[in-house]
């Protein structure tokens, strides 16, 4: 061993970081069957971080040196300047992530590759870039993580792997069926204001009573209107002015207070009559929601029928109903 060394110092001084970094690997794979030889394997395997760093295999340099540096007690404080120095360049090019994994035992793969060894705390230097961390045990559902960071980024990741649910429990038996079941509760009838549909009925209601109390409103007003035109009519006669006074030019101006009457009786009247249909279409379409079939709603059809017909003449306004209960 002593020889590899000595021709891993030669070519380090001379600059052959090739020959240097396969000399000292070989030398700290030597001293790893030697156990009293930890002191002399930290340094070499600084030694070796520091030659694959000039080599710019930076993961590996980052890797050897922190190893070496933990070992600390063994180095002079020369050699752990040295160690020290080459770990913070080589740390600039990497990631460096911080990892505790629970439980300790748990292997972890980098990109699908076993680190080989298993410890609670990691110290991982990582390229930049998207990286994949996987934790696993027996008995424990895996861990995944996703590292994505750039050159000279510091990550802490926190793994723990929760213990698989137990299986194979038996199930309970299930209950033996009763000699005389009861008989099956019988569906109540769902009430007419039930779901959407009653809603509906409602809003149709209460149209059908604004329809209804404007229409009403409207034929006051045209009835008072018309009562008015009737009085100033009655007036004109009365006066002795004839009835055609206002069809054939000059117009007196009681002509046109007569004209603005009988525009806003018609104009009345008409939103009436509109108003009061509309009240009675919207209140038979409520009523006829309540014996129509809505077989969406109900699991047997209803076998009444009831159809409603809205009726208006110029005497009068009403609906007709016919049909089968």
Known sequence: MKDLVGRARNARKLGKWHEAYYAYKAAFDAAEAVPSAIGERAELAGELGLCALALRKYREAAEHLTW???????????????????????????????????????EVLIDGKSIGRTERIYKLFLDPGRHMVRARAPGREDALHVVSASAGSEIEIAMQLPRLPVSGAKEAPAAPEA???????????????????????????????????????????????????????????????????????????????????????????????????????????????????????RTEPTKARLALTPTVTPAQLGLVAYGAW
């Open 179 to 297: 000699a005389s079941a009861s008989p099956a509760a019988r569906p109540q009838a769902s009430s007419p204001w039930a779901s959407w549909p009653g809603t509906l009925r409602i809003a149709g209601i209460g149209l059908t009573v604004a329809a209804g109390s404007l229409g009403a409103a409207f034929m006051v007003r045209a009835s008072t209107t018309d009562g008015d035109l009737d009085e100033r009519n009655a007036r004109l006669d009365a006066a002795g002015v004839s009835p055609g006074v206002c069809r054939e030019p000059p117009k007196p101006a009681t002509c046109s207070e007569l004209t603005r009457l009988r525009r806003e009786r018609d104009l009345f009247a008409g939103l009436g009559t509109a108003m009061v249909v509309t009240s009675g279409l919207v209140g038979a379409a409520t009523l006829a929601s309540f014996f129509a079939d809505l077989s969406f709603l």
């Open 68 to 106: 070496s540096l933990e070992q600390g007690h063994a180095l002079t404080d020369e050699v752990r300047l040295r160690f020290e120095v080459g770990q913070a360049r080589a740390a600039f090019y990497l990631v460096r992530v911080l990892l505790s994994v629970d439980p300790p035992d748990a």
